[in-house]
């Protein structure tokens, strides 16, 4: 099972920008970003198969974009235009046997990181 630690969490003005980190080990067949904020349910942001196929939540279509370097095996997630309604935890999930549509929409990926968390103020 993969190992997942997240980075770059942090707190910024709307309209700022923040760049989320994913290291992870072994091969993946789909990573993706999920976010969870105060009192709400998990939410997918993005994912990423191993083909560099994204696919994005509607509420971050143009502003964030996934990618991942498989040469370090590191996940990001470039956030731009912040919005207050981004505000949450951010955790990375990967899926390693290959069972999980590789979709923001699927939650069942067999991997996931702790968490860093994303402050947006207005």
């Known amino acids: 099972q993969a190992q997942l630690v997240e980075s770059g969490g942090g707190s910024v003005q709307a309209g700022g920008s923040l760049r989320l980190s994913c290291a992870t080990s072994?091969?993946?067949?789909?990573m993706g970003w999920f976010r969870q904020a105060p009192g709400k349910g998990r939410e997918g942001v993005a994912s990423?198969?191993?083909?560099?196929?994204?696919t994005y939540a509607d509420s971050v279509k143009g502003r964030f974009t996934i990618s991942k370097n498989n040469a370090v095996n590191i996940l990001y997630l470039q956030m731009n235009s912040l919005k207050p309604e981004d505000t949450g935890m951010y955790y990375c999930a990967a899926e390693t046997r290959g069972w999980v549509q590789c979709s923001p929409k699927n939650f069942g990926y067999n991997a996931w990181g702790q968490g860093t968390q994303v402050t947006v103020s207005s």
């Open positions: 072994g091969y993946t067949y789909c």
């Open positions: 990423i198969d191993s083909s560099g196929r994204t």
